[in-house]
């Protein structure tokens, strides 16, 4: 009887995580972390993000909150990212995040980025706060960011996009270089138009310009 009720617990875990699932109580925590930091932030927001471990594209991944009272579609962008909802109910009832895909294949993590403005105008002065607001957070959660800086910020779109970001001073205006990259330090998928900008380039005074919605303004911290 006791060796039927192994193999019975056994299969319970087994078929979830062959449709593919993670735990949501481990997301939940993950992003309550940024939610209660006490410290500067206001330039900052955090989502979670599903990354695909061998550079294959996001598109067509699909992502559901799923509990004994809680079913609830959730839309990722094309960098893999989703605004996580944060539920007392669907955590304490221990609700699954459900993935149309196996989970062995993804990695599924916070993903800190730069509020984008409206008019696409930012003062490199506020990116050179907002990259620091996001490396002193890092410092608070892991120790190994305390050796490193702040060398800039990462604007990405997709990949087909015409998109520019200029940067503007006293003295010049120039568009900055687009690359074909990751948007994100770790992911594995590169194909994005990304442009740098860099802090030690630029004097602290001046206005960087971007002429579309960027999907994502990355803090670069070496």
């Known amino acids: 009887m006791l060796a039927l009720l192994i193999l019975c617990m056994g299969s319970a875990t087994a078929q979830p995580q062959e449709r593919g699932w993670v735990s949501y109580r481990d997301a939940y925590r993950a992003m309550v972390t940024f939610a209660k930091y006490g ?18 594209s996001a598109e067509g991944l699909r992502l559901t909150l799923s509990g004994r009272t809680t079913q609830l579609d959730l839309p990722l962008d094309p960098t893999g990212r989703i605004t996580l909802p944060l539920l007392k109910a669907a955590y304490d009832e221990n609700a699954v995040l459900v993935l149309n895909r196996k989970v062995s294949g993804f ?27 996001a490396l002193q957070y890092l410092r608070s959660t892991d120790a190994g960011y305390q050796s490193r800086h702040c ?68 803090p670069v911290i070496e």
């Open 107 to 133: 990695s599924f993590q916070p993903r800190l980025s730069i509020v984008a403005r409206v008019d696409g105008i930012y003062e490199g002065q506020e990116l050179r706060i907002a990259c620091d607001q």
């Open 151 to 218: 060398a800039g910020v990462r604007f990405a779109f997709p990949k087909r996009s015409d998109a520019t970001v200029r940067v503007r001073d006293a003295e010049r205006e120039v568009a900055l270089a687009p690359e074909e990259g990751a948007v994100f330090d770790g992911d594995t998928t590169t194909d994005f138009r990304v442009m740098v900008y860099r802090f030690a380039s630029w004097p602290e005074r001046g206005q960087v310009i971007s002429q579309n919605a960027p999907l994502a303004i990355v």
């Open 39 to 56: 410290k500067a932030k206001n330039l900052l927001q955090d989502h979670y993000q599903v990354s695909p471990k061998d550079g294959q």
